[in-house]
Structures are given as structure tokens and as C-alpha cells.
């Protein structure tokens, strides 16, 4: 299967790769997909006190094409607020890296992933305010 | 060194140089290039002797009678005109088939077809180690079992059966016991004069011949009758009729008679390699060899590398050409059915590489793929995050994953 330049070189020198604390109350953390079905994508956003992404990081166990996915996003929501991040869509991600169909999902499960982060953000807040 | 470094000699070899010398003679105006059907002329008459004598080659490897070699298009063909064939003619003494989940899909296909066709088949659960269980098998014989069908070598994980004892066994019940021996001819000693085999596969594209040709034998004594798939012109008493592929057979013949000369020299220099790499490889963490490594063909190594999967880890090894027991084209993620079948879990199934090695490679290329799968490894190991989740004690049997 040929791949896009994009797509190799976010494959061969992923952006943002590593940890945050989980339990910083600044950073949401969203983990999605399962080992039986090939791909999990973890992504973990640290988040400043205007509600904007000052910081993003992801681990992937998956294909080319899911750490290439979950790279591209992580350079993407850096400096976005919360509700401009909730925003990308998982074509967008495709079209960038140009998927090739079969793994059109690699890029539907970058879409879960920031989503989770941002949940789970939210509910940290949440459950802070309620304290 | 050349790179990329093949190492996918399972998938299919490179043909010899002395096979495409010989092949290239029976082509053109100057070469023998006859129909070995035309009894009328000295140009029919010269390819039916190349093709006698390719016939004679493949017979010896397997210590077979030539008149029990039947030339088809590979072992894809063969298994089919095997099992269908022997299922159709011995299908009025019954209809129950037994074969092994491992098996190759051109033999699980063929007896998913006879399923609608209305035949029973049991498809057996291999052990751990990849082998059937003798016990297991002679529990699934029943009085309308017509045939048994286990492959010799297994092509994903390179398991040998023991296909002696399994073929006693269906010569006590009378049951016809095919075999495919694509990926052990020229590899595993076989000798058909003395093992209770009737049918049995052949591909000449895994020992160095072309592709596109095959054979299947079927034993003479005591007879084995099977119905032709293929009708037309009667070639190989009738049981496989279509011109003959002279420039094939005769590859074929050259390949399988090198195969004869080489095979015990060959295979101590590739099973030294084999041990080679498992040596470079074994002392990394959290890796696994899949198959029986006692029954085990020399040339094969496969080897799960948990927490990574295997076709980011093919991508990153794109400097060697190997294959991915997963097979993770579609959107559905199926890993190895082979892996699953001998009870590996979905990670270590997902994260499979088979290393197959041959006739060409060499010593400086092993060690220049154990270099490189090391830093491939660890490298895609620090993205992984079930490798962290590993790292800090976490069982992942334990996390609650949103399957996608």
C-alpha cells in the first residue's frame, strides 16, 4: 500500500509523543480503540485557565496509519480552546494524511480520542467546582 | 549487502538461475517448445521426454513412482483436486471430512465449499504448539469419514505435523489422508514409498522453481481414486487434462532435483541462521516464538513482539521484506487466524512477525535484521501505550477496552 509523504513522515518522526500526569487536574486524558481490534490511541491534553490546549501528548499502539493520526491531531489542538478542538472531524485528519480507505477508522478513532480527552477534562473540573 | 533483505522465503523463493536456464529452452523456434501430446513429430516427441524426465525428479525428492505425479497449476489446484475430488468419488461410503484449523485456506476453503455441496466437516483445534493431537483426531473419526486432510509444514508458524503416525491411524479406519506439502518439500524428509500418505500437494514456487505450477501425487498402490475437476483432452489419465506447461514442469523438475542434492546441506546452513536470529532476538523482553520449536522447519521463525503491533512494526522494518501473521488490511482488524487457533491472545496474535529464510540469505543480512528489529521494537515500544501500561504493572486483561 503506497502512503502519503505526510503520513510517513508523521509515521517516521511522531510530534508530541509521551505522558502527562493523569491525575493533574490541568490535563484531560482520553484513551480509546482495544488490543483485540489492533489499535489503542491515548491522548492527553493539558489545558491553562482560558480553557486553550497549551499542551498536547499521544501514545499509540496501532498502525502507520493511527500513530500518524493521532500525531497530526496532537499538533492540531495545540492553541485551540476546548470547543474549537471538539470540533475536528475525522475526515478532515483523513484528507490531510490522504487515507486510503481500509483505514479511514485510524482517523475516526483520533476523533474519539480528543473527545475523551476533553470529557475527561471536563468532568475533572466538574468534580473540582463540587468540592 | 543489498537492501531490502528478503526474508520472506515462506511467501515464495526466488527461481534458481539453473531452473530459468532450463525453463528459457522450451520456449521459443530454437528451444523445445512442442505439445508433449504430439505423438506425430520429433518436437512432441522431445517435450514429452523433458517432461518425463521433470516427472522423474519430482518423483525422486518424495520417493514416489513417477505414474503417481499429476501436474496442476500449484498446490492451490491440488488441494482443491484432491479433497474435491476424493470427496466426490468416495462420497457414496460418507460424507464427513476432518481437517485442522490451521490449515491453508486453499484446503479450508475447498471443505467450506463441500459444505454447501452437503458434506460434514470437523475442523479440529490444534494443540498450543501448533500439532494435532492424535487422540483428538481418532475422536473425531467416524464410520462415514471418507478423508482427512493436515497440511506437513505449516506456512504461517512452520510447525511440522507428524504426518506418519497420522497416516497409520486413517490406514487403520480406511480413510484417504491427503497432505499439503507446500512448505515442506525439499525442506522435510519425505518418503511416500514407506509413509501411509495418499494424497499429497506439492508447489514448486516455495523451493525455488516458478510459479503457476504444481503437482499432486496420488498413490498407486494401494489405488487411490479421484474425480477430475478439470475435463478436456484426458492428460494425466484423466485426471487433470490441459496442454502441458512444458517450460513449467520442466522448472518445476530442475528445482525439486536440485532440492534432492542440497536439501541436508541446505538445511544445516539455514537452520544455523534460524538459530542465529532467535539467539539476536530472544533476550529482548516480552517476546515469543510461535509453533513447537522441536517440530519446527528450519528456515522458519515466528515471533510475537507484544505491545507492538505488527503492521507499524512491518512499516518500520521496510528495510526487510517479511510478512505480518496480522493481517490488518481490512477494516475489520482480523489478526492470524493461525496464532488465534493455537490459543494466542489478540495483542501477541496482532503482533506477529514471520521471518522465513532461504537459499540466498546470508549471515551479515540476519545480523543486520536483528540490529535493526531491536531499535524498531523499542522505538514503537516507547509509542505504545500498552507498553507504558505494561511497564507500570498494569494487566491489561483487566482494563475495560471500548472495542471498536
Redesign the interface.
Known amino acids: 500500500?503506497a502512503y502519503s509523504e505526510k503520513l510517513m513522515d508523521h509515521?517516521e518522526n511522531?510530534r508530541n509523543?509521551g505522558?502527562m500526569d493523569k491525575k493533574d487536574t490541568t490535563v484531560g486524558t482520553g484513551?480509546?480503540?482495544?488490543?483485540?481490534?489492533?489499535?489503542?490511541?491515548?491522548l492527553q491534553i493539558k489545558v491553562n485557565e482560558e480553557g486553550v490546549i497549551e499542551d498536547a501528548r499521544f501514545?499509540?499502539?496501532?498502525?502507520?496509519s493511527?500513530?500518524a493520526s493521532s500525531s497530526l491531531l496532537t499538533e492540531w489542538v495545540k492553541g485551540k480552546t476546548l470547543d474549537e478542538a471538539s470540533e475536528i472531524k475525522n475526515s478532515q485528519i483523513a484528507d490531510e494524511l490522504a487515507l486510503p480507505p481500509?483505514k479511514v477508522?485510524c482517523s475516526?478513532?483520533a476523533e474519539?480520542a480528543i473527545k475523551a480527552a476533553i470529557d475527561d477534562f471536563k468532568s475533572k473540573q466538574t468534580a473540582e467546582s463540587e468540592v | 549487502m543489498k537492501l531490502p533483505i528478503y526474508l520472506d522465503y515462506s511467501a515464495t523463493t526466488p527461481a534458481d538461475s539453473r531452473v530459468a536456464e532450463k525453463m528459457a529452452a522450451c520456449m521459443t523456434i530454437d528451444g523445445d517448445f512442442g505439445n508433449p501430446a504430439s505423438r506425430s513429430h520429433v518436437f512432441g516427441w522431445k517435450s514429452d521426454e523433458l517432461v518425463s524426465e521433470a516427472r522423474q525428479h519430482v518423483a525422486a525428492l518424495i520417493n514416489a513412482d513417477p505414474k503417481e505425479i499429476v501436474w496442476t497449476s500449484g498446490a492451490t489446484e491440488s488441494d482443491n483436486l484432491a479433497i474435491k475430488g476424493a470427496a466426490h468419488f468416495y462420497q457414496r461410503k460418507g460424507k464427513h471430512i476432518i481437517t485442522c484449523k490451521t490449515e491453508h485456506k486453499a484446503v479450508l476453503d475447498t471443505c467450506r465449499q463441500l459444505e454447501r455441496e452437503g458434506f460434514e466437516v470437523t475442523y479440529l483445534e490444534p494443540e498450543e504448539s501448533g500439532l494435532v493431537d492424535l487422540a483428538k483426531l481418532e475422536a473425531a473419526m467416524r464410520e462415514d469419514t471418507v478423508l482427512v486432510s493436515i497440511m506437513h509444514v505449516n506456512n504461517e508458524i512452520g510447525v511440522i505435523q507428524d504426518i506418519a503416525a497420522i497416516g497409520k491411524l486413517c490406514r487403520s479406519r480406511g480413510i484417504i489422508f491427503h497432505v499439503d506439502a507446500a512448505q515442506s518439500a525439499g525442506k522435510v524428509e519425505i518418503d511416500l514409498a514407506n509413509l501411509d500418505v495418499d494424497l499429497m500437494s506439492f508447489s514448486a514456487h516455495k523451493i525455488y522453481g516458478p510459479k503457476g505450477i504444481g503437482a499432486l501425487y496420488v498413490q498407486r498402490k494401494p489405488r487411490v481414486r479421484i474425480e477430475a475437476q478439470m475435463h478436456g483432452g484426458g492428460h494425466e489419465r484423466g485426471m487433470r487434462s490441459g496442454t502441458l506447461a512444458v517450460h513449467q514442469i520442466v522448472g518445476m523438475g530442475e528445482a525439486f532435483r536440485i532440492a534432492k542434492e542440497d536439501m541436508a546441506e541446505e538445511n544445516a546452513r539455514i537452520l544455523a541462521l534460524r538459530n542465529r536470529l532467535w539467539e539476536g532476538l530472544k533476550g529482548m523482553e516480552e517476546v515469543y516464538l510461535n509453533g513447537d520449536i522441536e517440530h519446527h522447519v528450519a528456515g522458519n521463525l515466528n515471533v510475537s513482539f507484544n505491545f507492538v503491533e505488527g503492521e507499524s512494526l512491518i512499516m518500520a522494518l521496510k528495510d526487510i521484506a517479511v510478512s505480518s501473521g496480522s493481517a490488518c488490511t481490512s477494516a475489520s482488524l482480523e489478526p492470524s487466524y493461525v496464532l488465534r487457533a493455537i490459543g494466542r491472545n489478540d495483542e501477541l496474535a496482532h503482533s506477529s512477525i514471520r521471518f522465513s529464510i532461504g537459499r540466498f540469505t546470508t549471515e551479515e543480512e540476519i545480523d543486520y535484521t536483528i540490529q535493526l528489529v531491536k531499535s524498531k521494537v523499542a522505538k514503537l515500544r516507547d509509542l505504545s501505550p500498552l507498553w507504558e501500561m505494561y511497564q507500570d504493572g498494569i494487566d491489561l486483561n483487566s482494563v475495560q477496552w471500548a472495542a471498536h
Request: aromatic share 6%.
Open positions: 500500500m509515521y511522531p509523543v505522558s484513551m480509546v480503540g482495544a488490543p483485540a481490534c489492533g489499535d489503542v490511541m491515548k501514545k499509540t499502539y496501532g498502525c502507520g493511527a500513530i481500509v477508522h475516526v478513532l474519539d
